[in-house]
């Protein structure tokens, strides 16, 4: 859930409102320079910038600019990671300007291996330590995510986000980096409070094919960023302060503004269409018993064809205290812990859980199993929600394994389990909240 810092009344919050942009390589990337320059024209913003081309070297550069000067700065880290530039250098520098008077906002023109989501979890969390005359916390003390915007190139952007490659096959990031483009270029879009979609031509020009193009990438977005104000333009060039500065004040006062969500809320957020629009859909899947671990590794294959992004709680029948959460997008997936289940908690732990949690668990609460459950929403574009539907149901648990799941728990515990070890990444810091993970492989035998 988001932390207390980010509930206070806009009214009364003297922090420094960030902005946050957000872009993949190429026209989005160009969009992201393009909003950061305009943006950087008005009088008290200041425009931060880390290039990371370089950062399998060890070496970041660091540009900070405002309306008349820019300053430029070499970095040199020890690990050579995403987490080390935003420990050692962004988020304290986020502290330091936010004590000047003359800032008023601060734009983050991330570079492209930047998550949105780490960032703003980073802000929220790590704890910065050693800055002149400020106490050590968490940066979220001095600054506050305003908005979060996300530029994509219409003409890539769906084969991106339902892709396989690494970012380390992309040649943007280094060996060891696992993470997947899609799973970048979806959690870009998936983060955003307002969207800035490049490569889109007018509608009278548009063919037939390419309309088509547009209208099913129109539907992802429809249904990934419910409620996001999205403005459609052609090219770089045609983003202008009054169109950046409209599209932000059109996001809604509930958008999420950087917030973290807890993986027990609810997993459709807004008001997405739940209909079908160019074989665009949800599918939600719902089950009151567990997955038979072995069958579900084996049917998890139906999310990595014609999928844009799957997400969800899973009740594993040999992890039975256990809260699995999935994630997909693309050809990758992980699975990593996410907690445990109310019904597994001491009655003390219990009662500290999140209202909305226990209010929710509380409609579905099971004499026999309290409020384990499976939720899953997948978001399709090219597949059909009927054939992952039923590869999903084969995979749960049948009468006769149930009975065993609540009477013979020893006896489900020696099943085999896929999904039985997690590992983290090893860059990860003490103060950072990271769930453990564990990358399944895509059809190609690849692992993501």
Do not use: N
């Not at 799973?183 to 009278?204: K, N, S």
């Not at 219990?350 to 579905?364: I, K």
């Amino acid at each position: 859930m988001a932390a207390d810092s980010t509930l206070v009344p806009p009214g009364s919050d003297r922090r420094t409102p960030v902005l946050v942009l957000a872009g993949f390589a190429g026209l989005a990337a160009a969009g992201v320079d393009r909003a950061a320059a305009v943006l950087g024209a008005a009088a008290g913003t200041v425009v931060v910038r880390h290039d990371l081309t370089q950062l399998r070297e060890g070496v970041v550069r660091r540009t900070v600019r405002t309306a008349t000067q820019e300053t430029s700065a070499v970095l040199e880290l020890a690990h050579g990671c995403v987490s080390c530039t935003l420990r050692m250098d962004l988020l304290p520098l986020l502290c330091t300007l936010s004590q000047r008077q003359s800032v008023d906002r601060i734009v983050l023109a991330l570079d492209p291996a930047f998550e949105a989501e780490a960032v703003c979890r980073a802000i929220e969390h790590v704890v910065v330590t050693g800055v002149h005359g400020r106490i050590d916390g968490p940066a979220g003390r001095d600054v506050r995510v305003d908005a979060v915007l996300t530029c994509l190139d219409a003409g890539v952007w769906l084969a991106d986000a339902t892709g396989d490659e690494t970012l380390a096959e992309r040649g943007l990031a280094a060996a060891e980096d696992d993470r997947t483009v899609a799973q970048v270029a979806v959690g870009q879009v998936d983060f955003a409070d307002a969207v800035l979609v490049l490569g889109a031509a007018a509608d009278g020009a548009l063919l037939v094919d390419a309309a088509v193009e547009r209208g099913k990438l129109a539907a992802v977005l429809a249904r990934l960023v419910p409620g996001a104000p999205i403005a459609w333009v052609d090219e770089p060039g045609s983003v202008t302060p009054a169109l950046v500065e409209t599209l932000l004040a059109r996001v809604p006062a509930d958008s999420r503004r950087g917030r973290v969500f807890d993986a027990h809320a609810p997993l459709l957020r807004g008001r997405p269409p739940l209909t079908s629009d160019y074989g665009v859909e949800l599918v939600e899947f719902a089950a009151a018993r567990p997955f038979h671990p072995a069958r579900l590794h084996e049917a998890l294959d139906v999310l990595f064809d014609g999928v844009v992004t799957a997400r969800g709680r899973l009740w594993l029948a040999t992890q039975p205290d256990e809260v699995v959460w999935l994630e997909s997008a693309g050809g990758g997936l992980r699975v990593g812990g996410a907690g445990r289940w109310l019904a597994a908690m001491p009655e003390a732990e219990r009662a500290e859980a999140h209202p909305e949690r226990l209010a929710m668990a509380a409609l579905r609460w099971d004499e026999r199993f309290g409020d384990r459950d499976v939720s899953l929403s997948i978001l399709v574009h090219d597949a059909d929600p009927a054939q992952i539907r039923e590869a999903l149901h084969w995979a749960l648990v049948e009468d006769d394994e149930l009975r065993l799941v609540e009477r013979a728990p020893e006896r489900v515990a020696r099943w085999e389990d896929p999904f039985g070890e997690w590992h983290a990444d090893p860059c990860a810091s003490d103060g950072e909240a990271q769930q453990p993970v564990q990358d399944l492989k895509t059809p190609k035998g690849e692992a993501k």
